[in-house]
């Protein structure tokens, strides 16, 4: 009995322990991201502690949780504990740490991602994140925590907070200004949200010491959600060290004439988007970074540097001046790749032929974008001799990795020689899969200004002859020499004007590699590629605008790939006018191959800003010009790309070019799937088509969706004659409403060939959403092959309905109508939404009873979403939601159908709340057929969303 006692009381403490804390347990961390975060761990600390220091992580959500985003932030402090011993951390959820006693064991908090109304109170000990601030008491304890910190705060300690951590008390319903002021911002929207592209930001301070040497230069990329702080934030009250760049950071949608889409609400007038800011409060001190929606940028070290430093700096140990800055509204150049890691590098090293040819060419286009970085290059240069030399990967990344060193460059003279070592073993193998090495190999090693000859023979000092030689190979030798030998005179015979083209360039790779002045070369017209890629490599180096405007002149000398190399190098010039004057030097008139040189380097650079111009001046473009632009568009292939593309499309008469248009649009869609906008300026474009090329094109985009517009296109084309290509466009239809327009068509047919395409296009539908009733019955009865109905009978048992289960029954297919039936049995519908409910919650919006429900436990805002999935296709027509708490459903949605979560398309539909505010009924325009029903928020709400229990009626 004693034994039992002891162990029953420790339960119990256990228990009472995990509820005081109000914890939610997180979905744990893969261990390959943990290695990631473990790998970019600073290896020394910003500032010695000038005592042992303690910090609370503080990670408790009532509002929206970000669950891998608080899991990178403790795996980066854990590391930075155990690696440094910085700083000791504790882990709690438990709201109590904010009474001022328990707050005086820190140095400082971190707000890890917490929301909302975190420090009040649990009104259910059984669900964490409930509180109720309208209890007088709760309020009370509420507001005595937050004023705690700020006196913690006040008296000395220090507080970070991390991306959401400025989403606290910040809605009417809990606000604490105090709180908000004290933090230096709240959150009042995200318009750059997580799935962006990636934004661009601004060092505003690049000599503080939390910012100094983490980045090279002023600005930098990064893809993340943005948050966008509303009243509580004054530039005057804080030092901002990063801001984001609105100029380089498109909102979706943004882009065009202002009409479609619209640009979301609520972006700051001003352009001022603090990004990370320090400011003194009292005696103590507070900062804010903005990164940590999910884990992804925690395996970036300088994000961990970052945070390092401003957790340092809360802490008291390094020291940074936290006077205001002026807002500058200064716009920066940064490269449109990251620097590939050798990590990144190294992924393709089981690549075969013909795979993965966007992907290798990023990487190109990235090691040329930073070639300019020396320490970087020297970095993947020797990684790419290891690998060479031990013969790592597959023959086609062996290929890659000389590719990669001639973008990079070889160093020096020493480099070079274990490189001709390399190049001399690889020659001696006779297969076709090495030779393609070796002569890459050998052009990253010409392009050193050297040959697979040793230039430093022992038996043999080379001697610089008296006069210029004759041949080519000694003048080669004799520039190679000059080259490698930095001490050795340049004689004077030896000028750009003594030498042809190819001899012009290697002296101009001879005197950037001694360090001299090369820039004469740039005033020579050329007549060969030789030459003007050397031209284009010093401008990428030395060169101004101007010098790029003589490289594109005699495009006409280059290649297709050629051009490739020659685009990377202009774009790699550092100038932050570089866009804008490419764009307008666009706009004049080009030859073809000058068009296609400006398109191919406008393509390698971020231009967001300046698409509007595109867009704009392309419809008053030459051919040559449009398909430059089109290449360019090509190269970015954005959602606003297709859209404005499009749009152009509209609003053109004819349409010469629609095969690249489209290849363009294609490209845009194997970037961005198709979303409901993009779709909308598609469909409104089809409309506009007559050309059966051109709407067979528009037909691709049709299933994308599957919307019920769609199918009404459909229809209109089949009746004007498109008839074929209709029917196979229904046959790709990702749910169940293309069986009725295509059931109407095979009953209209006698063309025995027609009516079989008509009835595979049917089957095919029914085989990925399920059959309704009405045509599984027709497919029983009518099918043409045998081959349609047998598949149909396995797509009847695979998806079944009751009403599927009876027609087998019905025409004596009794094991597979009980094989049906099996299936049914065991489907029961399922509950899903977009906040962090539990797997009990979820049960409760579909357990048949309306007193249990599943709620958001705070306002919820655009994009929060809830879906049930009934498991087999049903027919629906209305859907009842019967709601926990009185009037708790949005009245700003969408209403979306499919016959899976990836196949949802819009459902027109009108929304009626009831007088006593417990039911919500969504009545649908038309009935549709689906497995799935999703409803998502469209607009930002001061409610919360509770569902009872979700009802169908067909």
Same mark, same amino acid.
């Given at each position: 009995m004693?034994?039992?006692?002891?162990?029953?009381t420790?339960?119990?403490?256990?228990a009472?322990?995990l509820f005081?804390?109000?914890?939610?347990?997180? /979905?744990p961390m893969?261990?390959?991201?943990k290695?990631?975060?473990a790998?970019a761990?600073p290896?020394?600390p910003?500032?010695?502690?000038k005592?042992?220091?303690?910090?609370?992580?503080?990670?408790?959500?009532?509002?929206w949780?970000?669950?891998?985003?608080i899991?990178?932030?403790?795996?980066?402090?854990?590391n930075?504990?155990?690696?440094?011993g910085?700083?000791?951390?504790?882990?709690?959820?438990d709201?109590?740490?904010?009474?001022?006693?328990?707050?005086k064991?820190?140095?400082?908090?971190?707000?890890?991602n917490?929301?909302q109304?975190?420090?009040?109170?649990?009104?259910?000990?059984?669900?964490?994140k409930?509180v109720n601030?309208?209890?007088?008491?709760?309020?009370?304890?509420s507001?005595?925590?937050?004023? !705690?910190?700020i006196?913690f705060v006040? +008296?000395?300690?220090g507080?970070?907070?991390?991306?959401?951590?400025?989403?606290?008390?910040n809605y009417?319903?809990?606000?604490?200004k105090?709180?908000?002021d004290m933090?230096?911002?709240e959150?009042?929207s995200?318009?750059?949200?997580a799935?962006?592209i990636?934004?661009t930001?601004?060092?505003?301070?690049t000599q503080?010491?939390?910012t100094?040497?983490i980045w090279?230069?002023?600005g930098?990329?990064?893809q993340d959600?943005i948050?966008m702080?509303?009243e509580?934030? /004054?530039?005057?009250?804080?030092r901002?060290?990063?801001?984001? /760049?609105e100029?380089r950071?498109p909102i979706?949608?943004?882009?065009?004439?202002?009409?479609?889409?619209k640009k979301?609400?609520?972006?700051r007038t001003?352009? %001022?988007?603090?990004?990370?800011?320090?400011?003194?409060f009292g005696k103590?001190r507070v900062?804010y970074g903005?990164?940590g929606?999910?884990w992804?940028n925690?395996p970036?070290p300088?994000?961990?540097?970052?945070?390092?430093?401003?957790? @340092?700096?809360?802490?008291?140990?390094?020291d940074?001046?936290?006077?205001p800055?002026?807002?500058?509204?200064?716009?920066?150049?940064v490269?449109?790749y990251?620097?590939p890691?050798v990590? @990144?590098?190294?992924?393709?090293?089981?690549l075969?032929?013909?795979?993965? /040819?966007e992907q290798? +060419?990023?990487?190109?286009?990235a090691l040329?974008?930073n070639?300019?970085?020396?320490?970087?290059?020297?970095?993947i240069?020797?990684?790419?001799? %290891?690998?060479?030399?031990?013969?790592s990967?597959?023959a086609?990344?062996?290929?890659l990795?000389a590719?990669?060193?001639r973008?990079v460059?070889?160093s020096?003279?020493?480099?070079?020689?274990?490189?001709q070592?390399v190049l001399?073993?690889?020659?001696?193998?006779? %297969?076709?899969?090495t030779?393609?090495?070796?002569?890459r190999?050998s052009n990253a090693?010409?392009h050193y200004a050297?040959e697979t000859?040793?230039?430093?023979t022992?038996d043999?000092?080379?001697? #610089?002859?008296?006069a210029l030689p004759?041949k080519?190979l000694d003048?080669?030798?004799?520039?190679r020499f000059?080259?490698?030998?930095k001490?050795?005179?340049?004689p004077?015979y030896l000028t750009?004007?003594?030498?042809d083209?190819?001899?012009?360039a290697?002296l101009l790779?001879?005197?950037?590699?001694?360090g001299e002045d090369?820039s004469?070369?740039?005033?020579?017209?050329?007549?060969?590629a $030789?030459?003007l890629?050397a031209?284009a490599?010093l401008?990428s180096?030395?060169g101004?605008?101007s010098?790029? %405007?003589?490289?594109?002149?005699?495009?006409?000398?280059? !290649?297709?790939?050629q051009?490739?190399? #020659?685009s990377?190098?202009?774009?790699?010039?550092k100038?932050?006018?570089i866009a804008?004057?490419?764009?307008?030097k666009s706009?004049?008139?080009?030859?073809p191959?000058?068009?296609e040189?400006i398109?191919?380097?406008l393509?390698?650079l971020?231009?967001?800003?300046e698409?509007?111009?595109?867009y704009?001046?392309y419809?008053?473009m030459?051919?040559?010009?449009k398909?430059?632009m089109?290449e360019?568009m090509?190269s970015?292939?954005t959602k606003d790309v297709?859209?404005n593309?499009?749009?152009?499309?509209?609003?053109?008469?004819?349409?010469?070019?629609f095969g690249?248009?489209?290849?363009v649009l294609f490209r845009?869609l194997s970037?961005?799937?198709?979303?409901a906008e993009?779709?909308?300026?598609?469909?409104s474009?089809a409309?506009?088509a007559k050309?059966?090329?051109e709407?067979a094109?528009?037909?691709?985009f049709m299933?994308?969706?599957?919307?019920s517009?769609?199918?009404?296109?459909?229809?209109?084309q089949y009746k004007?004659? +498109?008839?074929?290509v209709v #029917?196979?466009?229904l046959?790709?239809?990702?749910?169940?409403s293309a069986?009725?327009?295509?059931?109407?068509?095979?009953?209209s047919?006698r063309?025995?060939?027609?009516?079989?395409?008509?009835?595979?296009?049917?089957?095919?539908?029914g085989?990925?959403a399920?059959?309704?009733?009405e045509? &599984?019955?027709?497919?029983l009865n009518?099918?043409?092959?045998?081959?349609e109905?047998?598949?149909a009978?396995? &797509?009847m048992?695979?998806k079944?309905?009751?009403?599927i289960? $009876?027609?087998?029954k019905?025409k004596g297919?009794n094991?597979?109508?009980?094989k049906?039936a099996?299936?049914?049995?065991?489907?029961k519908?399922?509950?899903?939404c977009?906040?962090s409910a539990?797997?009990?919650?979820k049960?409760f919006a579909?357990?048949? !009873?309306?007193?249990t429900?599943?709620?958001?436990n705070a306002f919820f805002?655009?994009?929060t979403?809830?879906?049930?999935d009934?498991g087999?296709?049903?027919?629906v027509s209305k859907?009842?939601?019967?709601l926990?708490?009185?009037?708790?459903?949005?009245r700003?949605?969408?209403?979306?159908?499919?016959?899976?979560a990836?196949?949802l398309?819009p459902?027109p539909?009108k929304?009626?709340i009831?007088?006593?505010g417990w039911t919500?009924t969504?009545?649908?325009?038309?009935p549709? #057929?689906?497995?799935?029903?999703?409803?998502e928020?469209?607009?930002?709400t001061?409610?919360h969303?509770?569902?009872?229990e979700?009802?169908?009626s @067909?």
């Open positions: 004693k034994k039992f006692s002891l162990i029953a420790i339960l119990a403490a256990s009472g322990l005081s804390q109000n914890k939610l347990v997180d /979905d893969p261990q390959d991201m290695d990631k975060i790998k761990c290896v020394k910003a500032a010695s502690p005592k042992p220091r303690k910090i609370l992580s503080f990670s408790r959500t009532i509002g949780r970000h669950n891998t985003g899991l990178g932030a403790n795996e980066m402090l854990s930075l504990s155990k690696n440094l910085i700083f000791e951390v504790v882990y709690s959820e709201p109590a740490e904010f009474e001022a006693e328990n707050l064991k820190y140095d400082a908090v971190i707000l890890n917490t929301t109304a975190f420090l009040a109170p649990s009104s259910d000990p059984k669900n964490p409930s601030l309208k209890d007088p008491e709760a309020k009370a304890i507001d005595r925590r937050c004023q !705690n910190l006196d006040n +008296n000395g300690g507080v970070f907070a991390i991306h959401a951590g400025v989403d606290c008390y009417p319903h809990n606000r604490n105090a709180f908000t933090i230096g911002g959150f009042i995200h318009p750059w949200g799935g962006n990636a934004e930001f601004v060092i505003d301070d503080s010491p939390v100094k040497g090279k230069s002023d930098f990329k990064l959600e948050y702080v509303g509580s934030y /004054d530039r005057s009250k804080c901002v060290l990063i801001r984001l /760049d100029f950071s979706p949608g943004a882009f065009g004439d202002g009409t479609y889409p979301p609400r609520k972006v001003d352009g %001022d988007i603090a990004m990370v800011w320090i400011k003194s103590g900062a903005a990164w929606h999910g992804d925690y970036r300088e994000i961990q540097e970052l945070y390092m430093r401003l957790i @340092q700096f809360v802490c008291g140990d390094l940074a001046d936290t006077t800055l002026p807002f500058t509204n200064k716009s920066v150049y490269p449109m990251d620097q890691t990590e @990144q590098i190294r992924e393709f090293s089981s075969s032929y013909g795979e993965k /040819d290798i +060419n990023r990487l190109l286009y040329y974008a070639n300019t970085d020396k320490d970087y290059c020297k970095k240069e020797s990684f790419v001799y %290891d690998e060479l030399k031990s013969d990967g597959s086609v990344y062996r290929a990795l590719e990669a060193l973008a460059g070889i020096s003279d020493a480099n070079c020689v274990k490189f070592k001399e073993r690889l020659s001696k193998a006779k %297969d076709y899969d030779r393609g090495i070796c002569g190999l090693i010409d050297t000859v040793n230039l430093k022992k043999k000092p080379y001697q #610089v002859p008296s004759e080519a003048q080669t030798r004799l520039m000059l080259a490698v030998n001490e050795a005179k340049i004077s750009f004007e003594a030498l083209d190819k001899g012009k290697k790779y001879a005197l950037w590699l001694r090369a004469a070369a740039l005033k020579i017209k050329p007549q060969s $030789d030459l890629i031209q490599f401008v180096k030395t101004k605008l010098d790029m %405007d003589t490289i594109i002149e005699s495009a006409e000398l280059l !290649n297709g790939n051009k490739k190399v #020659v990377a190098f202009l774009a790699s010039l100038d932050k006018g804008k004057h490419l764009l307008d706009m004049k008139k080009n030859s191959a000058q068009a040189l398109a191919q380097t393509g390698r971020d231009i967001s800003g698409m509007n111009e595109i704009a001046a419809p008053n030459d051919e040559a010009q398909k430059a089109l360019m090509a970015i292939a297709f859209i593309l499009l749009k152009i499309y509209e609003k053109s008469e004819s349409h010469p070019l690249q248009e489209s290849r845009c970037n961005n799937p198709m979303d993009m779709f909308e300026a598609a469909l474009a409309k506009k050309d059966p090329k709407i094109v528009f037909m691709r299933p994308m969706l599957s919307t517009d769609g199918i009404d296109f459909c229809i209109e004007a004659g +498109n008839k074929e #029917v196979k466009t046959g790709d239809w990702k749910n169940a069986l009725k327009p295509l059931l109407q068509i095979c009953k047919l063309n025995q060939r027609a009516l079989t395409l008509a009835q595979i296009s049917l089957v095919n539908v085989k990925r399920g059959f309704d009733a045509s &599984a019955e027709y497919i009518k099918a043409v092959r045998a081959e109905k047998e598949v009978i396995e &797509a048992q695979a079944p309905s009751p009403q289960v $009876d027609l087998l019905k297919l094991k597979e109508a009980d049906a099996e299936v049914l049995k065991n489907l519908p399922t509950f899903d977009s906040w539990s797997p009990r919650e049960k579909v357990d048949g !009873n309306p007193k429900y599943c709620c958001t805002s655009k994009g979403w809830i879906q049930v009934f087999y296709p049903r027919q859907i009842v939601y019967r926990g708490k009185v009037f708790d459903f949005p700003d949605y969408q209403l979306f159908a499919g016959a899976n990836e196949s398309a459902v539909s929304l009626e009831s007088r006593d919500a969504l009545t649908l325009e038309k549709v #057929v689906a497995n799935v029903l999703k409803v928020c469209t607009k930002d001061r409610r969303w509770t569902i009872g979700v009802e169908v @067909q």
